[in-house]
């Protein structure tokens, strides 16, 4: 409690400051919120719980698509991002360029409204949006379905800027020399903001252009813009969240980098390096990919995960160090040590277990040869739920346990139940990613939610897709509780003036004689990884080979 | 989580270039990915890759460059059910897929391709094509170069059957072409019947949106995309017999869910 720099922080700034990052936590949690209901509702369709019509069903697709993805993830982004670059910054006491970042509140918020209201009246043509599915019944709505992701992107972008010239603007009057690692990191991330605001307004733009009836086609380059669009604003989320725990980290133990700012500097630049470059996996199934492509997508897809292994390491290596300083035992002994009173650490924790679970299932869908037998199956929400809702999502959610009451000045709801909640949600991934990943090596696609075919199907499709309904079950149940408890602690009872929040348990670790530097937790975690990596990796050959086909070069 | 400094001593575990090897160890999945042979760069592949290709086998990415037929790069196509501007058009492909039926169809319903009706389906299209040429229509774009490959040299397209000897055995180790049809929701034809070690070549055509053309075999399937208005082509070699679906997996609308079929392997 003594270093929380966070807590501290945000306290300081002003009150302008506090209502616009207020504003954006509230958008984040109300869609949080939605997507998990609309989340739930699809789960539960699938599963068979409910019987919805098929336009329905994929309007609620849609809209959790949108919603979660696009509106929670982004909102909670533009908050962390301003916090971080203000907090952060040595003499930065304020969002420079305050009223860029209001309109951008103002643009993301108009998108939201408008992608929701145009989803409801028959825009249901999933958050990917092609424009080849876009109906003459439905193509209006459509047009301003784009207008709402146009104003996303231009609210990202809002918001962005702000965020990089407060950490920008104490240099340029030349008051500090050089930027601390996480201030360098949130002007990373802000630019990748922007990168990818500016790849959102490319595709989306013709698209809007098209269906208002402006422009007569729409290049089917929108499939290629949409892939490079969407690689980077999943891996943004997940920079973010290494981010998000290389902060949260010091502030529940104290702990600084034994690396030094400068290699965690490099690593956050990396995240600049490694993932624009690395979307070519998406596309492998695509008929008419050339083989070049093909082979630079593998290769290129390999070093996907490098700056956030890197950073785990540097994290678990800080950590363990500055444990075994105080006292902890062997290799696993300093982890009993962390401050698991925390809510925080309890989430933080999780979510390093669920992304070497959904990190170790994505590296199977890397390898092209692979793409025929999972992508466009289940396999893919399976997997990736893990790493948007188990790692991402929680991640997000901890840092507001410490930033809503700091912003609210109102005590954290119930912290001693928010300690289960992970373990909670964990339980219902492991349910939910475990018969998600089955179904998608059995076959079961994705986007389909009557999957009988008749009674051709396999009889085991749909007993496999009950236990995504159940996993989805708990995994609700946890976000609820979250979603209460972030409301809870906006409008709970305010502490009296003057009068301290307790603060969450936490360790100091810091500022001593650290002894000999050994830590073997990170490395002997990345061996575990990525021996699960093989294992998926030759569950995946072995189903292939074993396929009554030979699919060959030919034709000719 | 800034630096601290004050450290007596240091094992290799908190090594940065220690560190950084380990952070790269995922690269070592390429390892596996070549005892499989499928390495993206040909290690680990038994076979002498063929120029321009990788050596991989079992997968139809190997066949997608042939598959293109001329096809434009995705960048060229247009949407709304425009015309491709080069290859098969989705009119086209329509009329080899309503020819193929009918030539095909078994008194079940079901679709049973042969070398004959290939055969039939070739000198019909090659007719039709003939009439056009004679009336002045449009320049044909089709399946032209695929099948002036397949019949022997000096041949004219659709009179193969025609030819005597020589030819027949060389149209006997061609694979059968099966001709699909994917359109708002709904295949031509929707069942098929097939033969096991026999070669067939899957043409299949998204001829109004994108779809799937995917194939389960029960602990697994076969995933297959095929973009709007774009000729695909894949050589298939079913092993087992058995009834199998076939199931679009690209979302192409509300009635993506109504549309399968099933092939028949005897």
Redesign the interface.
Known sequence: MTQNVLVDGLKKLPNADKNLLKAFIAMAVLTLALGVLYGVTNAFTRAGFIELEAEMAYQMLTLHGVTIFFYWLYFVQAALVLILAVVYTESADAIAWRPLARFGFIAMTIGFILNEFCILNGASILYNAPPEVVTEDNRAQCAYFYVGYLLLGVGQFLVAVPAIYTALKPKLEGKIETWSAVSFAAVAWAGLLIVSAMAAINIFLPAASWAFGTSQTVSMGYVMGWNLLFHNVHYLPLMATALVWYVLVEVMAGVKSIFGRRFSKIIFASYLVFVPPTSLYHMFLEPDLSEVVRVLGSLLSLFISVPTLLLFMVIVASLEVHGRAHGGKGIFGWIRMLPWGNPVMNAVGMAVVNLAIGGALSFVLIMEGLAPLLSDTFFVPGYFHFLTVGTVTLTFIAALLYIIPALSGRDLWNPSLLNKIPYLLTFGLLIFGTAGVTAGYMGVPRRVFDISYGGDAPAAWSTIMTCIGIGAIFMTAALAVYVYALTATFFGPRRSPGEELPGLPAVSWGGVALGRRTAWFGPLSVMVLVAGMYAFTVLGFNLMDGLAINVIAGGH | ???????????I??H?G???V?????????L??AA?G?A??GFGSDEEP?A???G?????????????MD?P????????G?GMGGGMSAAEFRRRVEAFVKINTLPDGSVRPTRQGMAKLKAMMGEAEEAEHEGGGEEPHDAKP?EA?HAPPGDMPGMVMEKPGGAEEALDEE?IEVYIAASRWSYEPAELRLETGV?Y?F?MMGTD??H?A???????????????N?L?????????P????F????????????M?G?II?E
């Open positions: 989580m800034e630096t601290e400094s004050n450290m007596n001593g240091q094992s575990s908190t940065k220690f560190v950084f380990v952070g790269l160890s995922v690269l070592s999945l390429y596996l990915w499989y499928h993206p760069l063929p321009g290709d990788t991989r086998e079992h997968s139809e990415e190997d066949a997608m460059p042939a598959m293109k096809m790069a995705m960048g060229g196509m247009e949407m709304g425009h695929e490959e694979p070669q070549k043409l949106t994108s799937g995917s194939i389960n075999f029960v602990r697994a399937s076969h995933m297959i995309r095929l973009r709007a774009a695909s082509q894949n050589a298939i070699t079913f092993t087992q058995g009834e199998y679906l199931y679009c997996t690209v979302y192409c609308g509300v009635g993506h869910d109504k399968f099933k392997v």
